[in-house]
């Protein structure tokens, strides 16, 4: 068990909260990757995911984080 200062101080250098929503939305997001990459699940479409991933990373690290990031790549 952790006393906090760790997920306290990620969540100040993300400038986002990681609260449980979050949390619970990256880990459906990796379910849904894993899904669809290790097991070939064809329910998921790949645009679909694409747009998952987008949700996922900008509700963690905010839209401008990842305007910033997806620039650099």
Same mark, same amino acid.
């Given at each position: 068990?952790?006393?906090?200062?760790?997920? $306290?101080?990620? %969540?100040?250098?993300?400038? #986002?909260?990681?609260? %449980?929503?979050? @949390?619970?939305? #990256?880990?459906?997001?990796? =379910?849904? /990757?894993?899904? =669809?990459?290790?097991?070939?699940? $064809?329910?998921?479409?790949? $645009? *679909?995911?694409?747009?998952? @991933? +987008?949700?996922?990373? /900008?509700?963690?690290?905010?839209?401008? %984080? +990842? #305007?910033?990031?997806? *620039?650099?790549?």
């Amino acid at each position: 068990m952790t006393d906090g200062t760790h997920e $306290d101080e990620e %969540a100040q250098r993300l400038g #986002v909260p990681l609260d %449980a929503l979050v @949390i619970r939305q #990256v880990e459906q997001t990796l =379910k849904n /990757c894993y899904m =669809k990459h290790v097991k070939m699940d $064809d329910s998921i479409g790949w $645009d *679909e995911l694409g747009d998952e @991933i +987008f949700n996922t990373l /900008c509700n963690l690290i905010g839209d401008d %984080a +990842f #305007v910033e990031w997806n *620039e650099k790549k």
